[in-house]
């Protein structure tokens, strides 16, 4: 099936890669489950009204499905490998207690930024998994401090920029996570993806 009318009699080339490699990603999260989706929703608006989910945003949509874990903090620091930092470092130690500060809900919002879900593994961190397999939560030293933090969810990894104090961190983590940044590569150019 062409992705677009005529698309079949259409080489690729240069001048239209970043056309066809957008159709392509649209396609295969999208197109290719169109018709499944709709089923979906039609069911799902037959057992429960659908405006009445409209008021969620896909985080507080899959809390409310999921229901809410209690995250064992010391489960979650001794399973946590560093990159560029140690564990007795300052912005590490800033990161933590911030943590431990958080509700519930945020908690779970970094881990779902960070991991691509917002559930701990039933044996706890440890059994944390990747796209490869296990693989331990991360925090890497990247970025600049006037950055936000960045996360790769396939290694479970959060780029963690050395901030100067405390309340520099906490308000860039936290906007971070409160604000969805998705990115996928492509060639020499990216997509870039923002919901708020």
């Given at each position: 099936?062409?992705?677009?009318?005529?698309?079949?009699?259409?080489?690729?080339?240069?001048?239209?890669?970043?056309?066809?490699?957008?159709?392509?990603?649209?396609?295969?999260?999208?197109?290719?489950?169109?018709?499944?989706?709709?089923?979906f929703m039609e069911g799902l608006g037959?057992?429960?009204?659908?405006?009445?989910?409209?008021?969620?945003?896909?985080?507080?949509?899959?809390?409310?499905?999921?229901?809410?874990?209690?995250?064992?903090?010391?489960?979650?620091?001794?399973?946590?490998?560093?990159?560029?930092?140690?564990?007795?470092?300052?912005?590490?130690?800033?990161?933590?207690?911030?943590?431990?500060?958080?509700?519930?809900?945020?908690?779970?919002?970094?881990?779902?930024?960070?991991?691509?879900t917002s559930r701990v593994p039933v044996?706890?961190?440890?059994?944390?998994?990747?796209?490869?397999?296990?693989?331990?939560?991360?925090?890497?030293?990247?970025?600049?401090?006037?950055?936000?933090?960045?996360?790769?969810?396939?290694?479970?990894?959060?780029?963690?920029?050395?901030?100067?104090?405390?309340?520099?961190?906490?308000?860039?983590?936290?906007?971070?996570?409160?604000?969805?940044?998705?990115?996928?590569?492509?060639?020499?150019?990216?997509?870039?993806?923002?919901?708020?």
């Amino acid at each position: 099936m062409p992705l677009k009318p005529g698309g079949a009699d259409v080489p690729v080339t240069e001048s239209n890669k970043e056309e066809y490699a957008e159709l392509v990603v649209s396609h295969r999260i999208a197109g290719r489950i169109s018709e499944q989706f709709r089923a979906f929703m039609e069911g799902l608006g037959d057992a429960l009204p659908l405006d009445l989910l409209r008021v969620f945003d896909e985080h507080e949509l899959e809390l409310l499905i999921g229901g809410m874990t209690e995250i064992d903090m010391d489960d979650w620091t001794r399973f946590t490998d560093y990159r560029g930092y140690e564990k007795t470092d300052r912005v590490i130690e800033w990161f933590w207690a911030c943590l431990r500060s958080w509700p519930t809900e945020r908690k779970a919002r970094l881990l779902q930024f960070t991991t691509g879900t917002s559930r701990v593994p039933v044996n706890g961190f440890k059994d944390l998994q990747g796209s490869d397999g296990p693989r331990r939560f991360t925090i890497e030293k990247s970025g600049d401090p006037s950055g936000l933090p960045r996360s790769h969810t396939c290694f479970n990894r959060l780029d963690l920029p050395p901030y100067e104090d405390y309340e520099s961190l906490e308000r860039k983590l936290r906007f971070a996570i409160e604000c969805v940044l998705f990115s996928l590569s492509r060639g020499n150019g990216r997509f870039l993806l923002i919901w708020f």
